[in-house]
């Protein structure tokens, strides 16, 4: 349509805009211009998933049975423990959401709109269809516009369409079919501005735009189960076959045995309850939340809890380039003039560093006219503005010209001094047909005109005669030296422009037809956006631990040669090792996956090349991480397992495609966070070894009681009590274990590993096994001393309590000693087994404890044998540990 057809269409005005009553009464019809949040559902359904887990199930049903044989002691205990389960999942999930929400609250803007004939800003959520949107250099566009007038504007479209550089808009009217990256008089939501500026109607918001339809695209698929969700759900549903099968053999016994089928089935429930480790999933969710607790910390936002752990067994890390392994500011390292070439120390906007020259010297404007008027040009010729805020420098227009700005400043060149000096008078705007900028500058004091240009090499290049020598006077062109200069910058992977002027005074034929051949070359200015300090270490760090690091960039590949050179991820030999989008086309089928493998650095990718990449190396048995920042990075970012989108440059899309999230766009945070990963894992696995002895062993108490139809050794009431207090005092304290040494130079875990080796399980059963027969011996020799079942029961219990305290210490490592990671390196350990001293005092001698649980007071002799069995078995499992530790 024509700009008048979509303002009558839409029924609104290209000057005065919407009136405010019209603009309130579309706000009710279309909604706010937001996209939709994650569905996680309300209360009840977020509630009712926390009882989803076969080991709950098991519980829930306990309980109910215990209550229907009037056992309601027991069964307030069961469903006391099944409560505190859901409710600690509850708030862990509501806090991710909430973090969830405080990231999309991160890409909210305002906007400047034209209502009633006024301009005001408003939040961008508030604009309806039919409003008229001003635009300038800087502004993100906040809905899908058609644009109604502009001046030279551009607008970085990367993050839709992948178009790496800015778009140039008209107002032309386009065939219907025109695909979105060609719709030049269009603007679309969550694009940026550049330069120029211009208005456009509203014509879509919200979910409606072309943003809010990729966004409900990547909302419909299915999220990847991780390593730790898929291999505890396995483990939750064996464990619970194996629970009720025992228990079920546990009452068919002791009815073939003529005992009491209630008591029976009682006990059976007890063995039931016992062998369940009611305490993993607070412990799963607790762990992962200490470790989403610490990722933030380092700058990395979890948005998936089990998100923590994959990063753990990630074997390969498929980075963008921009932005995240370099700085995403754009730096001029070198400046060649026809006498010679400086070297510029300092990277990104910040106006620190100096220009050097061809002996080491620090160069400035003084040092040579030909290096002054190269600088003049880069500064002049420019429409850039550079700025400080919060702490840090930002650029409003082009990161080309935004590094020439910083260039100028450190050759001692003002950018408001230079528009005092000389300020613009007309301007040749830079586009894609012409290839070069040129300004027209007048000096206040003599009245004589300048003209400024820069541009690509090959036009700048083409429109001289002449060039500038370091004495200001000018002689014939070198045009092979200048033209091969910038094809060896270019090699190095830098990015060349050429500036020029013209001080002949004249003015009067200052139009692109009589600019050629009249300008001299005074230099060029090579850039390039450096690597992030912190990247090369990072990288480093990732390949002794065995990940592999591949860049896929939409950059050409000699730009991304440079950098991944630089930053190690390419070694000496490169042969076969960087692929571009061209190739990935042409590569045989057969030959596809193992040269992707095999493959570091990928230069001209789209954005189907990166998912199919993706996609080839999880059929390899890759656990790939991907980062990322547009909406075209989405699907990969959703494919992957494990997406990981950038705060600051990111989409709202990609971040809501992504499990992570990186405050500061940083792949050193990237390291950082699959170290925290691993120590999360390893913390698990400790809490598993851990946890499950006591639970098996309090399981095979009851089985061995009902097989010998003796007395049982513990009560359905104490082994709760065992269970929960230990998990919550005990077991919780691993969570804050601190990583151990050494955790990033061993290789990644492998996938199909099951989550327990054999010599784990060998730990866990020799354990379980040294807790029934010190619990039967102990139970025994009381009775036989002429102590009471209560007596007896409640040494039994005690011993189970300090076993576990005991064999705490020695799952601190799995394979290395108590003495050797020091006692005091976890502090929370020895702060929890006080409190749980404190505990087994309480239920063992307060009367009301007494009462609740069926346990009776002992004398000192019984704590002393009491230790001296747990002693026993805790030297028995540490000469286990280090037998063995070679296996785990």
Not at 511 to 516: A, K, Q, S, Y
Not at 578 to 593: H, I, K, M, N, S
Not at 734 to 751: H, Q, T, V, Y
Request: hydrophobic share 45%; net charge negative; aromatic share 4%.
């Amino acid at each position: 349509m024509s700009s008048h057809e979509v303002v009558l269409l839409l029924e609104t005005d290209p000057r005065r805009g919407l009136s405010t009553d019209e603009a309130a009464r579309r706000l009710e019809r279309y909604g706010r211009n937001l996209l939709p949040a994650a569905g996680g559902g309300g209360f009840l359904r977020r509630a009712l998933r926390q009882f989803h887990n076969p080991l709950i199930y098991v519980l829930m049903a306990a309980a109910v049975i215990t209550a229907f044989l009037h056992e309601y002691v027991d069964a307030s205990v069961i469903f006391g423990v099944v409560l505190v389960n859901a409710v600690v999942g509850y708030v862990q999930e509501s806090k991710a959401e909430a973090a969830l929400d405080s990231l999309r609250s991160m890409v909210r803007t305002e906007a400047r709109v034209v209502r009633a004939g006024q301009e005001r800003m408003i939040a961008s959520e508030e604009l309806v269809p039919g409003d008229l949107i001003v635009l300038e250099a800087g502004d993100k566009v906040p809905a899908d516009l058609r644009l109604v007038r502009l001046a030279e504007l551009r607008v970085d479209e990367s993050a839709l369409t992948g178009e790496s550089v800015p778009v140039t808009k008209d107002e032309a009217e386009l065939p219907e079919v025109t695909a979105v990256s060609d719709r030049r008089n269009m603007v679309y939501s969550g694009t940026l501005v550049t330069a120029g500026g211009g208005a456009g109607i509203a014509v879509a918001t919200g979910t409606e735009t072309e943003l809010g339809q990729i966004h409900r695209l990547v909302g419909a698929a299915d999220n990847l189960a991780t390593p730790l969700t898929s291999k505890l759900a396995w483990f939750s549903k064996v464990l619970t076959v194996a629970i009720l099968v025992l228990a079920a053999m546990t009452f068919g016994v002791g009815v073939l045995r003529g005992q009491d089928a209630t008591e029976t089935f009682t006990a059976a429930i007890a063995l039931a309850v016992g062998a369940i480790p009611e305490g993993l999933p607070a412990a799963v969710t607790v762990t992962l939340a200490i470790g989403v607790t610490r990722m933030a910390r380092r700058r990395a936002v979890i948005r998936r809890l089990p998100a923590i752990e994959t990063l753990g067994s990630t074997t390969v890390i498929c980075s963008d380039k921009t932005g995240t392994l370099t700085e995403n500011q754009m730096t001029v390292r070198v400046l060649w003039t026809p006498d010679g070439e400086f070297t510029v120390i300092g990277s990104g906007y910040r106006p620190e560093g100096e220009i050097c020259g061809p002996s080491g010297a620090v160069a400035d404007e003084a040092t040579s006219e030909s290096l002054r008027w190269t600088l003049l040009a880069g500064a002049g010729c420019n429409d850039a503005r550079v700025r400080e805020e919060n702490g840090e420098w930002v650029i409003t227009g082009d990161p080309t010209e935004g590094a020439m700005l910083v260039v100028a400043g450190k050759g001692g060149i003002d950018r408001d001094r230079l528009d005092n000096a000389l300020p613009r008078t007309a301007t040749i705007p830079f586009n894609s047909e012409r290839q070069y900028m040129a300004t027209l500058h007048r000096e206040p004091d003599s009245g004589r005109e300048v003209v400024l240009a820069k541009g690509s090499v090959e036009q700048i290049v083409s429109m001289c005669r002449t060039e500038m020598s370091g004495d200001g006077t000018t002689r014939p062109l070198d045009t092979e030296a200048a033209l091969r200069c910038a094809e060896g910058l270019s090699s190095q992977g830098l990015r060349v422009l050429a500036t020029a002027v013209r001080r002949d005074g004249r003015s009067g034929d200052f139009n692109e037809d009589h600019l050629p051949g009249t300008l001299t070359l005074t230099g060029l200015q090579a850039m390039l956006d450096p690597p992030r300090s912190a990247a090369v270490p990072a990288v480093r760090a990732c390949h002794d631990a065995g990940i592999g690091v591949k860049m896929i960039t939409g950059d050409h590949a000699a730009t991304a040669t440079a950098i991944a050179t630089n930053l190690a991820i390419l070694g000496d030999d490169q042969q076969g090792r960087v692929l571009t989008g061209r190739d990935l086309q042409t590569l045989p089928a057969e030959r596809f996956a193992e040269t992707v493998d095999r493959a570091t650095v990928f230069a001209r990718v789209s954005p189907e090349q990166k998912l199919r990449l993706v996609e080839t190396l999880q059929r390899r048995g890759h656990v790939v991480a991907v980062t990322g920042d547009g909406v075209n990075d989405a699907p990969a970012l959703r494919q992957a397992n494990i997406g990981i989108a950038m705060a600051r440059t990111g989409t709202e899309v990609a971040k809501d495609a992504a499990d992570m999230v990186l405050t500061d766009d940083d792949f050193a945070t990237i390291e950082a966070a699959v170290e925290e990963g691993r120590g999360v894992f390893d913390n698990l696995i400790k809490f598993i070894v851990w946890t499950l002895p006591t639970n098996l062993g309090e399981g095979l108490v009851i089985f061995v009681a009902i097989i010998l139809g003796a007395t049982l050794p513990l009560l359905p009431t104490q082994i709760l009590w065992i269970n929960m207090t230990t998990a919550v005092l005990l077991g919780l304290m691993l969570a804050f274990e601190p990583k151990e040494s050494g955790i990033m130079r061993r290789p990644p875990r492998d996938p199909r590993r099951p989550l327990l080796t054999g010599a784990l399980v060998a730990r866990i059963a020799l354990v379980a096994a040294l807790l029934v027969a010190g619990a039967w011996l102990l139970f025994e020799w009381e009775q036989r001393r002429g102590a009471g079942v209560a007596e007896a029961r409640t040494a039994a219990l005690n011993l189970f309590v300090v076993v576990e305290m005991l064999y705490l210490f020695s799952c601190r490592s799995l394979v290395r000693s108590a003495w050797r990671i020091g006692f005091f390196t976890n502090r929370w350990v020895l702060g929890g087994v006080l409190l749980q001293a404190l505990a087994q005092l309480a239920i063992t001698y307060l009367p009301a404890m007494n009462s609740i649980f069926d346990t009776a007071p002992i004398g000192g002799d019984v704590w002393l044998r009491i230790f001296a069995v747990g002693a026993a078995a805790a030297a028995v499992a540490a000469l286990d540990k280090r037998l063995r530790r070679h296996l785990v």
